[in-house]
């Protein structure tokens, strides 16, 4: 068995530390101090780096890592990082063997244009595609490309733990709730992370089924939040892809 644990970096990242006995791998380390405090705390040695996309917040410890442990990069294939050092793409599989466990890697272009997640032993990291109750901006990607991911990872099994790339929570589930006023999993969801974020803990991981059922850029296909991105463009979005991008649009305003 593999644990999952939040180390937190900047303001709201989550570098999250997979660890299984004495060894540990990464996923988006965007700073190399909590992870060389861990490692260092909890006498464990790193084995592997994950990147799910480019950006600095998620890549910007790498190099600082590597030159302390000689361990594999693995990160999008198509995107500018110089410290990967083993280039992945949608079917590729890692494994992770001083872990015991291998992720499937998935395209989800959108944030940015080539951002992966990985997928395995029922756990997703998806860096800053699916947040708790909302998605990343669309940086480099077309709403069509955002739409397309997101639907790959709502197809994954409800049980599955969703691990993002940041502690947005509150926001999302804030602006969902204009969305879908009526949604009672989503208040009943506003008032249990309400009160994680009290205690000063992480709302993640979430699950695939969780989102289903609360985060409205999942559920574009549903009479309550189309009709919510109609009164937003004040005419008929038409498809599910134009109500995600009123959604979508609705929020960076908002
Ligand atoms: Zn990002
Ligand atoms: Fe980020």
């Known amino acids: 068995m593999i644990d ?3 180390l937190q970096a900047f303001n709201d990242n989550y570098i999250w530390a997979l660890r299984a006995g004495r060894h540990a791998a990464v996923v988006d380390p965007g700073d190399a101090a909590p992870v060389l405090d861990y490692l260092a705390r ?4 790193l084995a592997a780096i994950l990147a799910t ?8 410890g790498i190099g600082e890592l590597r030159q302390a442990f000689d361990v594999p990069v693995y990160g999008p294939r198509a995107e500018p990082i110089p410290t990967v050092t083993h280039p992945v793409s949608g079917g590729d599989r890692v494994a992770l063997a001083p872990l015991g466990v291998a992720f499937d890697v998935l395209d989800i272009p959108g944030h940015t244009r ?9 756990l997703l990291f998806c860096g800053d595609t699916l947040f708790a109750c909302g998605c990343g901006r669309l940086f480099e990607g077309t709403p069509e490309q955002m739409h397309a991911s997101l639907a790959k990872l709502a197809a994954l099994p409800d049980d599955t733990l969703v691990y ?7 926001a999302n589930i804030a602006f969902a709730r204009q969305v879908e006023p009526d949604n009672a999993a989503l208040a009943a969801r506003a008032r249990a992370d309400a009160a994680l974020r009290e205690k000063g803990l992480p709302t993640l991981p979430s699950t695939i089924g ?17 009709a919510a991105a109609d009164r937003y463009l004040g005419r008929r979005a038409g498809s599910p892809v134009a109500v995600f991008a009123a959604l979508r649009e609705w929020k960076n305003r908002a």
Request: hydrophobic fraction near 40%; glycine fraction near 6%; charge should be negative.
């Open 53 to 60: 996309h480019h950006h600095p917040d998620h890549v910007g």
């Open 4 to 6: 999952v644990i939040p």
């Open 114 to 122: 080539a951002h992966v997640a990985y997928y395995g032993a029922k």
């Open 164 to 170: 993002c790339g940041h502690e947005y929570t509150l």
């Open 210 to 226: 969780r989102e289903k059922a609360t985060n409205p850029f999942l559920r574009a296909a549903e009479p309550a939040v189309a």
């Open 42 to 45: 909890e006498d464990v040695a």
